[in-house]
DNA sequence: CTGAAAGCGCTTACAG
DNA sequence: CTGAAAGCGCTTACAG
């Protein structure tokens, strides 16, 4: 692993495992690759095998993937590193896209903005992209796509969360414990599932009023001291992110407002956050929307047509919601 | 974005920008790479970049790769990715590639235990590997290697914290807050960094009392209220993690006790969780981690010495440590 | 059953 | 100042 040490040696090439075995290049490939069955007698196989082994022999996948003109690369393209939901995507994509021999790279986009960062259309088979909008991902030249946590009507396929039942499951909750006057801590941000909550709500709840955040402690926190100091306050605050109703708890705790006797709260995800502050939340399956994006993916790059699956999101109910006290 | 679609004609070779631009392939070659001067006349460059530009021409990466024996990419090995540690880490790190030109890819390592999961050591120009083994890493061969919050005892140049500095100030603040009696929620994982700080500990506190858990809420919940439970319980409790201290909070309260009046607690990293929580911790700052390793690596591939630098830990005090009550 | 040869798209040493 | 040619290491169609 050190710098210096004995003069590198190149890597070994299949021209390299061919000599020591006393074959051609071709045989080589033929019975590394797995399709020498019919064309190459097995004891000359396993010789070739024996010698790749010998020498520590590793396809160069420079070569292939010029060869070929693929490379089994995917890529995922995500908002935000720092998310934990994000990295259960990427648990859920990576797990299937080994089983079928494909490598998955994580790419946050944008990290910085206007910084000299470039989604890399080039080097990738496919591209699987949650919680954006397509049309910010064009690039110089159409690659297989999957959305995921994205609006269905777009061009591409796309994997979602059952919002709608999610939604309709929280305020049943919030009904059935006696609220009427629900407040929305919403996502300052542009993206299809968070309209798609925002409109689920207006929906279903007659006295909804409605402020916008960013996702942060410190500008839940603001959003909902706001809110909360109104003389109509609301009893019930529903959060589009467990993150927001961390801050939404703490300007609760600020006010003098107990939860849940005065105040309920609910988020969205369901993170170690959830958890810690025994969050009453919407469970969104991250991991299992991964895996079945990559499915579709598969399948497009196959030639199949892709389900486009709608995972049911549950309800998990903690200790931050509770009845009105009268 | 769609699979059909008009016939996808393939991408733009450098050969077409030659013909597009009436001359050779090497001319676009050293046009582009931007190795003309002196050597194309500047209205020859530019006619080639126009060309290039008119047919969207991006050079075939597997072949420049091929062609170059390198790859301008970067592993950055972490051990999870739902830690927002490491995703710092990355940030900081892919910031500096970039400005180099190098790609950076994130692998988490082991994703799954005995899994098909392998470090693509092939396809890389170096490493970065954070909070490891450095002999977890053994490949076929050799890559430049620069780790991360690990041992700088090993073969390869160490990026580190300050922890002998940190658990000073750390014990410090304790001490002065009269506590004597001191408890150590330990990581129960084999890694430089987490030993480093119990041997720090172990040389700070005369009256130390330690138990381990895996770093999760629910672990660090339970091993928390069994040492919480003891007769002679320590005054403090020092976490190696935010969200180990999250657990212990837990614990504090089913036992009934108050944070900070009968118990102060610490974590480590300054996650978002920290925040949450108002929790006295200590400051790793991630981000610059990943930015000196990154620079520490680029000097190594380009035959420089690389500098070992070890990043101060700020103590962030805030209000989960307070006075011992007599 | 096995091998010689072509060619993927690039970069660079060489010739002019 | 510009171009023809070689070659990186692989896979595969073709010939035997």
Redesign the interface.
Known sequence: ???A?PA?AS?PTSKDVAAEAGVSQSTVSMVLSGKWPGRVSASTAQTVREAAERL?Y??????R??RLGR?RTILLVIP???A?FF??V??GA??VA??AGF?L??F?WP??PD???RV????IDGMLASSMA?DS?AG??????VMLDSDPEG??PAVNFDIEGAVRDLTAHLFALGHRRIGHLAAAIDAWTFQRRASALDAAVEDLVRVFAPIA??TGYEAAYELLSRPDRPTALVCDDD?LA?GA??AASALGLNVPGDLSITGFDDL??A???DLTTVHLPAEELGAQAMTALLD?LQ?RSPARPVLPAELVVRRSTGRVEL
């Open positions: 692993m050190t710098p040490g590198p890597p520590g590793r396809p160069n996948p420079a070569a993937n010029l490379t935000t590193l720092t934990p990295a259960a990427y648990t990576a797990r080994n089983e490598s790279v994580i946050p990290i910085i910084g000299p960062f890399p259309h080039e080097a397509e991902l110089p030249r159409p690659v297989p796509l061009t591409a402690i410190s993150t961390v708890h703490k170690v956050l958890e810690a502050l497009l030639g």
